[in-house]
């Protein structure tokens, strides 16, 4: 579901907009930046596109690049002036149509961000403008989003009824109508039937979905992944997998999470399991993409990754995203809540292995007195070994410093043994260095240095954001993925690097 909220607002934000030949230029541009991921480029674009739709006095144009401009703002001040503007507009022109789509622009940031109860509210009220304007489709749209909303916040039982009201109401409304506008809505009723693993009406809702329309392959190809699902609980394994690796191509970004998820679980069926990883990550990177948009299998998908991933690095990042998806009270929730969270739950585990840890040692120490009758003389001086501990980890650290100002962090094969041959010393003194002298551990020592690293080059050489990809960035300071990359920012400085280069440049 959340895929085809993505998906449609992505619709209406072009609906009934023919490109303009005026426009076109911004088009283009536009396009290009955004996969590019360059804000900075997209949103100079956009104001220039604005600029041009104002000086040919074209409202629904400036309405269309405004609704753009809030989707891709990141600041609330930007977003609220964004926000004036649209509404200023859209009651100038009177048109329950833009003031619907308006509605259902701001609701499907609401839901992304994962606030289900505002996003539901906005929905509803693009649905009565909807209703007003009598806008078909817009109705559709609102109705599948509330539907969504009902599936996240646990009112499955509510959705078939409301779902089944719906089409009655659209069948009276528009008798002549074939089944092409009720499509999504079939799909979420089979969805539902899917979920209580009733596989007969799934199947016959499925079939009603695609029974007497011509199927347009990019734009109505849901049924496959429902078909695909039904496979699945049907134990038709390859079939469910191959179903979907071959329609790939067709499928929206936003619903690639759950097409990958589909086909890695297919694998891990088919006893597959190097296979079925490999397309688990295919999920994360597009998840990491869309900034962790809500997605129902995330608990199950980095569950599985925790389990099969070996490198300490990227388990911990899995760990804190599986975190992330285990959060039920989303609306709440970013990565940083969550790793305040995790936090907090961490130093209680550690309080009380501590706890442990001592008192056993404690225990063992006074059994020893005691077998031995304190037989070891006090008048014999022995050597203080804290003393010499204490001198080897006052070097390891001045060495670690020298080693940092060299700038040894960037170097991408850096691990703690191959640090601690560098420093002619053992893993075990080197991590007691980080641990208890420096106060963090070693991979987070190398994470901040490599961020604040970047920092510092882009606060000196701000054309580097636009020179390079994010790929090209992670790898100028070290970082072996574009996940480490991203976790690594937001561990440290609270953001996406995205995010906090558009703010600092």
Do not use: C
Request: aromatic share 12%; no cysteine; glycine share 4%.
């Amino acid at each position: 579901m959340r895929g085809l909220i993505i998906f449609f607002f992505l619709f209406i934000l072009n609906f009934s907009f023919g490109q303009n030949g005026d426009y076109d230029q911004y088009y283009s541009l536009e396009d290009l930046y955004e996969e590019k991921d360059s804000l900075d480029s997209l949103k100079t674009v956009f104001d220039n596109h604005l600029s041009k739709a104002i000086e040919l006095n074209d409202t629904i144009e400036q309405l269309k690049v405004l609704r753009w401009k809030y989707w891709y703002s990141i600041h609330e001040v930007d977003q609220g002036k964004i926000l004036s503007q649209l509404n200023t507009i859209s009651k100038a022109l009177n048109n329950k149509r833009e003031v619907a789509a308006n509605h259902y622009l701001i609701a499907s940031k609401e839901y992304y961000k994962g606030d289900y109860l505002n996003a539901l509210t906005l929905f509803e009220e693009s649905l009565d403008a909807a209703i007003a304007a009598n806008w078909k489709n817009g109705m559709i749209d609102n109705i599948l989003a509330i539907t969504g909303i009902y599936r996240e916040t646990n009112r499955q039982k509510d959705i078939n009824s409301f779902l089944e009201n719906t089409l009655s109401d659209l069948n009276k409304q528009y008798p002549g109508e074939r089944n092409a506008n009720k499509y999504w809505i079939y799909l979420e009723i089979a969805k539902n039937y899917l979920d209580e693993n009733n596989l007969s009406q799934a199947g016959y809702y499925k079939s009603l979905a695609i029974s007497g329309i011509k199927l347009d392959k990019t734009l109505y190809n849901d049924h496959i992944i429902i078909g695909s699902l039904m496979d699945l609980k049907e134990g038709n394994f390859s079939k469910s997998k191959d179903s979907l690796i071959l329609n790939l191509s067709a499928f929206h970004q936003s619903k690639l999470p759950t097409v990958y998820y589909t086909i890695a679980v297919a694998l891990k069926k088919l006893d597959q399991p190097l296979h079925s990883y490999e397309y688990l990550i295919k999920a994360d990177s597009i998840l990491q993409i869309l900034d962790y948009p809500p997605f129902t299998n995330g608990s199950s998908l980095y569950e599985e990754l925790v389990g099969l991933t070996n490198e300490s690095d990227s388990k911990n990042e899995f760990i804190g995203k599986l975190y992330y998806y285990n959060q039920s009270d989303r609306d709440k929730v970013g990565l940083e809540f969550t790793r305040s969270h995790i936090a907090r739950r961490d130093i209680f585990i550690l309080i009380v292995i501590l706890f442990i840890v001592v008192f056993t040692i404690y225990f063992f120490l006074k059994r020893t007195e005691v077998k031995k009758g304190r037989v070891r003389s006090t008048s014999i001086q022995q050597p203080n070994i804290d003393v010499e501990k204490s001198e080897v980890f006052e070097k390891l650290h001045k060495a670690i410093q020298q080693w940092t100002s060299e700038k040894g962090f960037l170097n991408n094969n850096i691990s703690l043994s191959s640090l601690a041959t560098e420093l002619n010393t053992n893993t075990a003194y080197l991590s007691q260095v980080f641990n208890k002298n420096i106060g963090v551990s070693f991979s987070e020592y190398i994470s901040s240095y490599r961020v604040e690293y970047l920092i510092s080059e882009v606060r000196k050489n701000p054309e580097l954001i636009s020179n390079k990809s994010s790929i090209q960035m992670a790898e100028m300071a070290g970082f072996m993925s574009i996940d480490a990359y991203t976790s690594a920012f937001k561990r440290h400085v609270g953001k996406t690097p995205r995010q906090y280069f558009t703010e600092i440049v």
